[in-house]
């Protein structure tokens, strides 16, 4: 025990003694012992050069004993070290198949996991960035027995709720709206705004970068001060982060507000992209519990758990219907009326969370397989180096210095593959794979940071270091006799046998991989040759949305967009300009109508659900779609009975045939009596929201030029042109700044959104399906890849350790083909069973992507077929190479090895 | 250490040599090889390469300890001592080093 203590003492103390004191002292040892010699000598009588010589050659040379003896005193000097990792480099240049094949590996996998990683972790994991935030809930207002899905709350519930709740400091109400346009200043400008109750931000915590925040009046909308927040983002872009903002008169739909204050950009409730926080009062105008449209979070009081506040809040329901009447008791029963209480972390992803989940697993398996072909690798070349360890140790070498070499090479490309692993991690973060906040909640907080690198680094090290202690407690350094007395041979059997299961599963993997690349591929190649129904090259579009004040009837609109046609018809190059409600494929954020329609004159036949737009007489020309049967519309046609141009799907859907000019068909409407059209004409199918739906049932109604076409009854026209697309078609088509000039010379607060080519809203439309085709692709490749790599290292292990079996069977005589076939068949063992395992979890799993896939079954036999193909190809290949080297064994050096 | 004659039996014996002359008094390195060679008659004659490092070894050990002295003649040199745990050491090894040599006898003895 002592003797130990002491031991660890002496260590620690030449730890912290100078390498140079500790050096000067030993010089003087030996010089000591050298002058006595010499003094001994002369004594016997020698002369004095001759006694000196003697006495220093009997030393042999003091610089090497000065060496040994640093190394037994336990001293790594840096010296070394630098050495070390000079030999380091200088094996690994000479083996630059395997240093590349490591630090691609290493590289690829670690900035993948790292970066995805990282997103994972940020997005599903980190704080929000709000005072206490394991405090703040969403609650939510459940009604499963109505058909009503989310968990948005009416004003009724919210009030209810926020009046009587115990379990929380506050409650707030907020939602989001598009629908504004800031108009002061020259040019005018659509906002994302969020409307929400003065607490909504006190109670998150929010301070304001610049001003104040809300007070509890400001709701009120006879309130002098009219107070509304802007974000930092929209400080900045709008008004160059002018610190006079406060006070300054902002003109948005609704009239004049005064800003009162600024919030920062790392206060980015609900979204990153809101621009101005506006008041909003809940007023319980209508107390239904229909009417729904609030999200609500809520601060809990201190100590309270959020499944106590769900209690309390679900014992309050009842008494909804004392407060408010027109909910009656039966109502709230028929609705499974419930509450939900998550806390907002989580209910913040909750949309994306086993997605995310399932991508962190699958990125540790990518590491896990990346290391263990690392681990391979090193296998294999510590059992074609083990030769040359044995003759360094018998030379003298000390284990610790040929450990030393192992681990240092395990660093340095541990390291070496930290520099590919830095970009493919910044670029996963930078890019974050084409996702933004509105697919993913909080993607906007992730970036690359200096954590992530060191993260990365620090992973480097440790898995090249453990690479390099794995290589050599496998190649036995602390068992030379072991191998002598080959009782290694039971637990490489062990190994073996995890690492060909491990193989076998890259293979597997990288063959689901495969099959679902080339289903996308397949899916990506109809997409993109769809028949969409109209002619995307040559015409663009864009948005208009007209404010309610100075548009308050049919003609107003109507005026305004004849004039835009007229301005828009004359500019150089333009054939043809049209006008409708929507445009195809033009994505979310477009208003649509949702129709049910039912054949005129057939009593009791089933109602039919449509699509609905809105268009002007050019329409059908401009967007290439064919006029099958009757006319466009014309002046007049909201007269009387309004005309109406269905689609052949929709004919067919209605009265089962396409034959249908002149007749009627009825438009049922909620709360009111069905209203009726004369079917003009009949044309072309298209795909309406995604390509991937196929074609949409459309009713299309006539958006006129206004004048004395229209009819005085304004309860007889279908809706109102408010919200508009134009699209141009022309040989040559306006630029931005053209068109904007153009609509703020007939109204200077009306910006023109969504400026696009036809062409980019079809790329959109198969943006979803191409994104994830590059990355199951880029993952696939990776995969077959890792697997090449890991079935050759594997292969190629097993057949160098059988080298010396190999000589014997071809000095007795085996011809070279039958020792290659040993190998390949050993190699085409795991790549069947990979592929066995491969095709039946490919056939598992290839449905979850059928909603990705267009016109291609996931099943299909040639995508099944061509991946399995190309894997046994190309695992094949790798198998090759080991199997010709073991054909080729020479049988003298393969046995004198020995 | 040991030049002539060198066999494997006697490798390793060195340290005991060490501990065994530091027994009787502390010393530097040089008089270590002159004390060895003086006691086994001239018959062993100490290896510096391997002196050095197995004083160092000894040391990390625990085994012996080192200090900075004068001597005779006024020159500063590194004395080695014997520590406690050197002593049971040396001990131990004495008596496993009899029972080496007595079977060693034994069987040269029998042929």
């Known amino acids: 025990m002592l003797h130990h203590a002491r031991a660890a003492l002496v260590r620690i103390r030449e730890l912290f003694r100078s390498r140079s004191h500790s050096a000067a002292e030993q010089n003087d040892e030996f010089s000591f012992h050298i002058e006595m010699e010499t003094a001994e000598n002369v004594r016997r009588g020698m002369n004095e050069a001759d006694a000196r010589r003697a006495a220093v050659l009997r030393f042999g040379g003091a610089q090497r004993w000065a060496e040994e003896t640093q190394g037994a005193r336990g001293v790594v000097t840096l010296d070394n070290l630098a050495r070390d990792t000079r030999f380091a480099f200088r094996r690994l240049h000479r083996a630059p198949a395997f240093a590349a094949a490591v630090i691609a590996t290493l590289g690829i996998g670690l900035g993948a996991a790292i970066g995805i990683g990282t997103i994972v972790y940020g997005v599903l994991f980190r704080d929000l960035p709000y005072d206490k935030p394991e405090q703040l809930v969403r609650v939510g207002f459940i009604t499963d027995g109505i058909g009503i899905s989310g968990d948005l709350h009416s004003s009724a519930t919210y009030f209810h709720f926020a009046k009587s709740a115990r379990s929380f400091t506050e409650l707030g109400a907020y939602w989001t709206s598009d629908d504004f346009n800031v108009t002061d200043g020259d040019a005018p400008e659509r906002v994302t705004v969020a409307l929400m109750t003065p607490n909504t931000l006190t109670l998150l915590g929010a301070r304001p970068l610049v001003g104040k925040l809300f007070e509890p009046g400001d709701t009120s909308w006879s309130n002098v001060r009219s107070a509304i927040l802007i974000s930092e983002n929209f400080w900045r872009r709008r008004y160059g982060a002018d610190p006079s903002i406060i006070g300054r008169r902002i003109d948005i739909n609704r009239g004049a507000r005064n800003v009162i204050g600024v919030v920062p950009r790392s206060f980015d409730f609900p979204t990153p992209a809101v621009d101005i926080f506006y008041p909003a009062p809940v007023p319980v105008k209508t107390a239904q519990i229909t009417a729904r449209g609030f999200n609500v979070i809520g601060r809990l009081r201190d100590g309270i758990d959020p499944r106590v506040a769900a209690a309390e809040l679900n014992a309050l329901i009842p008494s909804l219907a004392e407060r408010f009447p027109a909910i009656t008791p039966d109502m709230l029963q028929r609705s499974r009326a419930r509450v939900s209480v998550e806390l907002l972390k989580s209910a913040t992803v909750a949309s994306v969370r086993p997605q995310l989940v399932l991508l962190g697993v699958l990125v540790a398996v990518v590491l896990l397989i990346a290391t263990t072909n690392v681990i391979n690798l090193f296998l294999l070349r510590t059992e074609r180096a083990s030769q040359e360890i044995a003759i360094a140790l018998s030379l003298g070498a000390t284990r610790l210095a040929v450990a030393e070499r192992f681990v240092i090479e395990g660093v340095v490309l541990g390291l070496a593959s930290a520099i590919v692993a830095l970009p493919v991690a910044a670029l996963a973060l930078s890019t974050k794979f084409g996702f933004t906040a509105r697919e993913i909640p909080r993607l906007h907080e992730v970036s690359f940071t200096w954590e992530t690198a060191a993260l990365v680094l620090g992973c480097a090290t440790l898995i090249g270091t453990a690479v390099g202690l794995i290589a050599l407690t496998r190649t036995g350094l602390g068992g030379l006799f072991d191998r002598l007395r080959s009782s290694r041979a039971t637990s490489s059997r062990n190994w073996r046998r995890a690492q060909n299961g491990l193989v076998a599963f890259q293979v597997a993997i990288a063959l689901v991989l495969l099959v679902a690349a080339g289903l996308l591929g397949r899916s990506f190649w109809n997409l993109r040759n769809a028949k969409i129904g109209f002619e995307p090259r040559n015409a663009m579009t864009f948005q208009v949305s007209l404010p309610w004040n100075g548009y308050t009837s049919y003609a107003d609109g109507a005026v305004f967009h004849a004039k835009m046609v007229d301005r828009l018809s004359v500019l150089p190059g333009v054939m043809s300009v049209a006008v409708a409600l929507r445009v195809p494929l033009a994505g979310r954020g477009a208003s649509t109508l949702d129709l049910q329609l039912q054949a005129g004159d057939g009593e009791g036949r089933p109602t039919v659900a449509s699509a609905g737009n809105m268009a002007s007489a050019d329409y059908f020309d401009v967007m290439g779609i064919p006029l099958r049967a009757g006319r466009s519309f014309r002046s007049g046609d909201l007269r009387g009975t309004p005309a109406v141009i269905v689609s052949e799907l929709l004919a067919k859907n209605v009265f089962g045939t396409t034959d249908v000019i002149g007749r009627t068909i009825k438009q049922s409407r909620v709360g009111s009596q069905p209203m009726s059209f004369t079917i003009v004409g009949v044309v072309g199918d298209v795909h309406w929201e995604r390509i991937e739906d196929g074609y949409a049932p459309m009713l299309y109604f006539p958006l006129q030029r206004g004048g004395d076409g229209l009819p005085s009854d304004r309860s007889a026209v279908p809706g109102r042109p408010m919200d508009v697309q134009y699209v141009i078609r022309g040989t040559q088509l306006p630029s931005t700044p053209t068109i904007q000039e153009i609509v703020k010379a007939l109204d200077r607060r009306i910006p023109p959104t969504n400026i696009r080519t036809l062409g980019s809203l079809v790329d959109a439309a198969t943006a979803r399906v191409r994104l994830t085709l590059l990355l199951i692709a880029i993952a696939g490749v990776a995969a077959l890849l890792l697997g090449v790599i890991g079935v050759y290292s594997v292969v190629a292990y097993a057949a160098n350790s059988r080298v010396r079996e190999f000589g014997i069977r071809l000095a007795l005589g085996a011809a070279p083909t039958r020792v290659g076939g040993l190998v390949l068949g050993d190699g085409l063992k795991l790549v069947f069973v990979g592929i066995v395992a491969g095709l039946a979890a490919a056939l598992g799993t290839t449905r979850f992507l059928r909603a990705l896939l267009y016109e291609v079954k996931p099943t299909s036999v040639a995508e099944f077929g061509g991946a399995t193909a190309l894997l046994v190809v190309v695992t094949l290949c790798a198998t090759l190479v080991p199997a010709r080297r073991a054909a080729r064994t020479h049988p003298a050096v393969a046995l004198r090895g020995e | ?111």
């Open chain 2, 1 to 111: 250490m040991t030049i002539r004659q060198q066999t494997d039996a006697l490798r390793g014996s060195l340290d005991l040599l060490i501990l065994k002359t530091l027994s009787l008094v502390p010393m530097h390195g040089w008089g270590i090889t002159l004390r060895i060679q003086q006691m086994s008659e001239g018959i062993l004659d100490v290896n510096l390469g391997s002196l050095y490092p197995a004083l160092q070894r000894l040391e990390k050990n625990g085994l012996i300890a080192s200090d900075w002295g004068t001597t005779d003649n006024n020159r500063r040199a590194r004395y080695y001592r014997l520590t406690a745990a050197g002593r049971r050491a040396l001990g131990q090894e004495l008596d496993s080093w009899k029972r080496f040599t007595t079977g060693l006898d034994a069987v040269l003895r029998s042929t």
